[in-house]
């Protein structure tokens, strides 16, 4: 029989372009396929390869007879409920960041461990942070080859990573300062939303994001760091199998709708040249080449958005550093960052 899906979350910003892409996914492996929110989004209909489904509430029974639960909730949701699924008989495939450090749980990209999936003693596999995912790909492709042994990112992060909540804050702010000469005196965005009656006690970002970057993204974690930049290390490490991989990472907010970047600087064990990060690149299926630079051609979130591959260019040879490269990576932060990501794990499990 058929197994059967479950989308737990699914009235949520991640939530939705998941139904997109179950919408659009070439193979279909599945049976039934329910729809799962909380109380207050039950009932509503979502339609699901031309079948109108009616979103159930959240409650242990929803998961009897699950074979797979993905799951896009946040992470307090997630750590109660994941386990509930999972004592159920499904398989959890998690997106929040409740398990993805439990020594019990895979952290999983497919183009890096795929085989992980097997190995999964709590029923749960953990999908990774956006950030780190949106260079996984690529990263992982040079690293078969030449063995990573250092990484400094930098990340430019949209404000759809911050969910629906970062979206309509970005476009409020914009709708506040455009038109208006603003952006050219230390304090005046500020001052221009404050007059347009968006304090910024009322953002989910602790600085404007109009015609600025902000250095913050998630929570404050100690010692100078940010949470995203702790994510980007320990998560790299471990969906790598490099338990020492020296990384450092700054994460920065940048006024982007959806489309993560990041500039990644890298060291490997091996000597390195473009030419042959080419071929591993254009070898990859998910990793779209995007190398051109003098005639302008290189990847920007304006141009990748609502894309499923990891996007590549300005692939060079640092000038100063031994068998490094440098380059910079755009992926859609809710596509392969979050829906696409876990469901690529869901099927992979279908098949088996
Ligand atoms: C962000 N990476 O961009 C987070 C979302 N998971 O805020």
């Given at each position: 029989m058929a197994p059967t899906l479950a989308l737990v979350g699914a009235t949520g910003a991640v939530g939705s372009v998941m139904i997109d892409i179950l919408n659009a996914r070439p193979e279909w492996p599945w049976g039934e396929v329910r729809l799962i929110a909380s109380p207050r989004s039950a009932g509503k209909k979502l339609t699901v390869r031309g079948e109108e489904l009616t979103v159930q509430a959240l409650?242990?029974?929803?998961?009897?007879?699950?074979?797979v639960a993905m799951f896009d909730v946040p992470d307090e949701v997630s750590a109660e409920w994941g386990p509930i699924a999972a004592s159920r008989g499904a398989v959890v495939v998690d997106n929040s960041g409740a398990f993805r450090m439990d020594d019990d749980v895979p952290l999983v990209v497919p183009e890096c461990n795929l085989d992980k999936i097997a190995d999964r003693p709590r029923g749960i596999i953990a999908n990774p942070n956006c950030t780190t995912l949106s260079m996984m790909a690529a990263l992982g492709a040079l690293h078969r080859t030449f063995g990573l042994r250092e990484l400094v990112v930098a990340s430019y992060q949209a404000v759809s990573g911050a969910g629906v909540a970062g979206v309509e804050r970005l476009y409020a702010e914009l709708a506040a300062v455009v038109g208006k000469g603003v952006g050219v005196r230390a304090g005046d965005v500020r001052e221009a939303l404050e007059a347009a009656?968006?304090?910024?006690?009322?953002?989910?970002?602790?600085?404007?994001?109009a015609l600025n970057v902000v250095p913050s993204a998630g929570s404050y974690k100690g010692d100078g760091w940010f949470s995203e930049e702790l994510k980007v290390r320990n998560e790299s490490r471990k969906i790598l199998g490099i338990p020492d991989l020296k990384v450092s990472a700054t994460c920065v907010r940048v006024p982007v709708v959806t489309t993560h970047s990041l500039a990644v600087h890298a060291t490997f064990e091996q000597p390195v040249t473009v030419e042959r990060a080419h071929e591993l690149f254009a070898a990859q299926p998910s990793v779209t080449l995007v190398d051109d630079p003098s005639n302008g051609v290189f990847p920007t979130p304006a141009d990748v958005v609502g894309g499923d591959p990891t996007y590549v260019g300005r692939i060079r040879q640092a000038l100063d550093f031994p068998n490094t490269l440098d380059f910079f990576v755009c992926g859609d932060n809710l596509r392969k960052g979050a829906a696409l990501n876990t469901y690529e794990i869901a099927e992979a499990l279908a098949k088996r």
């Open positions: 409650a242990p029974e929803v998961f009897d007879g699950v074979d009656g968006l304090p910024l006690a009322d953002s989910p970002f602790p600085a404007p994001l």
